[in-house]
């Protein structure tokens, strides 16, 4: 396969890699998804990673903490996840840093968008860590972010539906599934894509999304060939 990017940012949940688990990480999934980053970096592309923290930590579950402490909490639910990231990819073989907005010297070294623009140039995998480093941001307005720090040609989010529908497929049989959107229907439609910060991000940087499924990883490798696995959001 030939890839049509030069430079990526994905985006993966951090329930995914509990697998059906639920929580913590399931070592098969961690791994069958690290093998599938390290074919895309194999391919030549330069992929930065941003990776949630549902897995052991959501905010919005929090009931009535503090938002922003809860939020903190999150935040370093993601640097776990980074960490095993950064250690399997290592395991592989595959050159891999994780970075974290909040710093955590001995753990991590600090974002830097200078930094990390030099690694991802020298074929390294990046790993953004700790969110956009505040409160009230969602880790997918983090991807956005970073995407456009780095100049990404596109901001992959993967997740556990095969793209963007009307409404939820998991509870509409009738719900119709988008094959191309624009940002701004995004924000329009109220579609629960991704969040309105990251959306109008991405509208206001011409940054296009793709949005499919990571039940198979294999999804990002075809992702980065060009085929069609899911619903592509760009403005006109």
């Not at 049509?4 to 998804?33: C, H, M, N, Q």
Request: glycine share 8%; charged share 25%.
């Amino acid at each position: 396969m030939q890839p049509v990017y030069k430079r990526i940012l994905l985006k993966i949940s951090g329930e995914v890699l509990a697998g059906e688990k639920g929580s913590g990480f399931d070592f098969e999934v961690v791994e069958s998804i690290c093998s599938a980053i390290k074919s895309v970096s194999e391919m030549g592309v330069e992929v930065g990673l941003v990776v949630g923290g549902g897995n052991f930590w959501r905010g919005r579950s929090s009931g009535s903490m503090n938002r922003a402490r809860a939020d903190h909490i999150g935040m370093l639910a993601t640097v776990m996840n980074s960490i095993m990231l950064e250690e399997t990819l290592r395991q592989m073989g595959v050159k891999a840093t994780a970075q974290t907005a909040v710093p955590m010297m001995s753990l991590a070294e600090p974002y830097s968008q200078r930094e990390a623009c030099r690694r991802l140039d020298n074929g390294e995998i990046v790993i953004f860590g700790a969110g956009t480093g505040s409160p009230f941001f969602t880790t997918d307005t983090c991807a956005a972010l970073r995407a456009a720090e780095i100049g990404a040609d596109i901001f992959f989010k993967a997740t556990n539906v095969d793209g963007v529908y009307d409404k939820d497929p998991n509870k509409f049989a009738d719900a119709v599934k988008y094959d191309v959107l624009t940002q701004s229907e995004v924000l329009e439609k109220n579609l629960k894509v991704m969040d309105a910060t990251a959306a109008s991000l991405c509208r206001d940087n011409k940054l296009p999304i793709l949005v499919f499924n990571l039940s198979d990883p294999q999804n990002i490798v075809r992702a980065v060939a060009g085929e069609n696995v899911g619903t592509i959001v760009k403005e006109d």
